[in-house]
Each structure stands twice: as structure tokens, then as C-alpha cells.
Nanobody, 121 residues
Framework: EVQLVESGGGLVQAGGSLRLSCAASGFTFDDYVISWFRQAPGKEREGVSCRSTSGLTIAYADSMKGRFTLSSDSAKNTVYLQVNGLKPEDTAVYYC??????????????WGKGTQVTVSA
């Protein structure tokens, strides 16, 4: 069973930093694209960063470049998201996603339950 468990969220003051973790289990870690998304109150879920299969490439949404850093530890099946210079607008639930190509060319998506990040002004 594919499982993704996020952790590391919390309440921080503006300008602070957090490192979010996504612990994966139940699948071959390097065979999946692992991504971070976030969803702020009243807004649609948006992509933050993603790690390609085998971790060869890391990409960021244009608006996330600079303050967000994705890293991973394949030995621990864990992906991290370091966020620096937090702003109140970063307040959101941060989700981990694992994606792979399934039968008939369809993408299979798995989601964690998310971790809440709240940034106070």
C-alpha cells in the first residue's frame, strides 16, 4: 500500500524557516515522481516543487524559486522541502504527491494527508 506521511509543519513567524518531510512507503521510491503541493484557504492546490524519478531532476514552480528547496534521501525514502524567509502568504496545507504511469497510459496519483504551515506576520 502506497503511503505518504508529511510532517514538519507548524506555526512560525514571518521570516522564519521550516523543513517539511514526506516519508514514503509501499512503493519503489525512485520509480515515482515525488512532488510538493500546497493549498491555501479558499484557493486551489498549487504545485511547489517536484523530484523526477531517480532524483535526477528537481523543478520548481516559477513563483516558488528562491525560497524553496527540495531534497531527498533515497535510503530513507524521504523527500524534504526546506522553506526559508516564510511569508504570511505561505500559510497553507502542504501535501506530498507520488505519481507513476499506470496501465493504459494513465497517471496514478497518491497523496498524503498534508501538514499545516501557518506564518504569522
Amino acid at each position: 500500500e502506497v503511503q505518504l506521511v508529511e510532517s514538519g509543519g507548524g506555526l512560525v513567524q514571518a521570516g522564519g524557516s521550516l523543513r517539511l518531510s514526506c516519508a514514503a512507503s509501499g512503493f519503489t521510491f525512485d520509480d515515482y515522481v515525488i512532488s510538493w503541493f500546497r493549498q491555501a484557504p479558499g484557493k486551489e492546490r498549487e504545485g511547489v516543487s517536484c523530484r523526477s524519478t531517480s532524483g535526477l531532476t528537481i523543478a520548481y514552480a516559477d513563483s516558488m524559486k528562491g525560497r524553496f528547496t527540495l531534497s531527498s534521501d533515497s535510503a530513507k525514502n524521504t523527500v524534504y522541502l526546506q522553506v526559508n524567509g516564510l511569508k504570511p502568504e505561505d500559510t497553507a496545507v502542504y501535501y506530498c504527491n507520488a505519481r507513476t504511469l499506470g496501465s493504459f497510459g494513465r497517471w496514478l496519483d497518491y497523496w498524503g494527508k498534508g501538514t499545516q504551515v501557518t506564518v504569522s506576520a
